[in-house]
């Protein structure tokens, strides 16, 4: 069974009935995880990893940049790790919705002129403790900047541009930590207990269930951007 994702399928080589793996890195899927359930481990693995690098503690405010399937995932770990308000930035008032479905107090347009001061509100006038950024392009990052507070943390955790411009004034002055992250880095085990512990939502991740014969017809739609199309689990 296999679970595959825009972009994912052109360095996925598990098309195959037998891999060989190192046995240190599997980790047991456990009872209350099922095996769809379990094809959305990598996913919420790099979710996770990202806000493992944040750091977020009790009680601490946080916004996501980008409703996407990673800045989700990121909605949902950040709520498990007791982070509140939790504030979803994003251009797309369906992704918006769906944010605060999952854990999100509060979604915002990040295009409006008005979002900073929103954010603020929501803390007090200080700023959002920590962000994270889940697109990857320059007003994103811009609006995960402007979003925390002196000495806030930001996790660039999108990579949809090669380079990007950064508002370095802001950064410098305001003393903000920017830290990057990549993929995930040993948090499969993590992610499983959250999945079996019901504290993070994943199957609604899962767009299609489809014979592995139809294959090659889903990665066309993935590759097309396809819209409402997140997951798709191909059975063998």
Partial sequence: MLGVSCGEYRRNGTFAQLVAVPHHILCKVPDAVSFHQAAMTEPLAVAFHGVHLARPEVGESAVVVGAGMIGLLIIQVLRAAGCAPIIALDVDPAKLRRAKELGADEGF????????????????????????????????????VASVRMGGRVVLVGNLSPKIELPLQSVVTRQITLLGSCASQGEYAASLDLIARGRVNVDSFISARAPLSEGAAWFDRLYKGEANLMKVVLEP
């Fill in 109 to 144: 347009d990040s295009r409006s002129p008005d979002t900073t001061q929103k954010v603020l509100d929501l803390t007090e006038g200080r700023g959002a403790c920590l962000a994270l950024e889940a697109v990857g392009i320059t007003a994103a990052i811009g609006s995960a």
